[in-house]
């Protein structure tokens, strides 16, 4: 059974910055694309950044050179560095991975991934 969990979110002012973690269990880190989403206050889930199996990574326009994805395989676990933090930012993230080989990219639909975190909250105040 796959699961993963969230950790790392918290309140931030703005230009600070946060690194949120998503440990897997049952599952091998980086073996299909993994990502981040995110879902703010009345908004939809917007992909923010992926990874691939090959370690290319791509992300949202609004997070380029703000956001870091990675891997840490010793530890099973996927990270996103926010730094530079605005209040644009404040939002549910999850992390999620598909079970196949996928398009992988920001913007790849949340219905192509299999599994998903709970979601933990990034609130940042101006």
Same mark, same amino acid.
């Given at each position: 059974?796959?699961?993963?969990?969230e950790s790392g979110g918290g309140s931030v002012q703005a230009a600070g910055?946060?690194?949120?973690?998503c440990?897997?269990?049952?599952y091998t880190v980086g073996r299909y694309c993994m990502a981040w989403f995110r879902q703010a206050?009345?908004?939809?889930?917007?992909?923010?950044?992926?990874?691939?199996e090959d370690g290319k990574t791509s992300y949202i326009e609004s997070?380029? +050179? $703000?956001? @870091?994805?990675?891997?840490?395989?010793?530890?099973?676990?996927l990270y996103l560095q926010m730094n530079n933090l605005t209040?644009?930012?404040?939002a549910t993230y999850s992390c999620t991975t598909a079970q196949r080989s996928i398009s992988c990219a920001y913007s790849t639909a949340?219905?192509?991934?299999?599994?998903? +975190? $709970?979601? @933990?909250?990034?609130?940042?105040?101006?």
């Open positions: 059974q796959v699961q993963l969990g910055s946060l690194k949120l973690s440990e897997a269990s049952g206050p009345g908004k939809g889930l917007e992909g923010v950044a992926s990874i691939d997070v380029k +050179g $703000r956001f @870091t994805v990675s891997i840490d395989n010793a530890k099973n676990t209040p644009e930012d404040t949340y219905v192509a991934y299999d599994f998903w +975190g $709970r979601g @933990t909250q990034v609130t940042v105040t101006s």
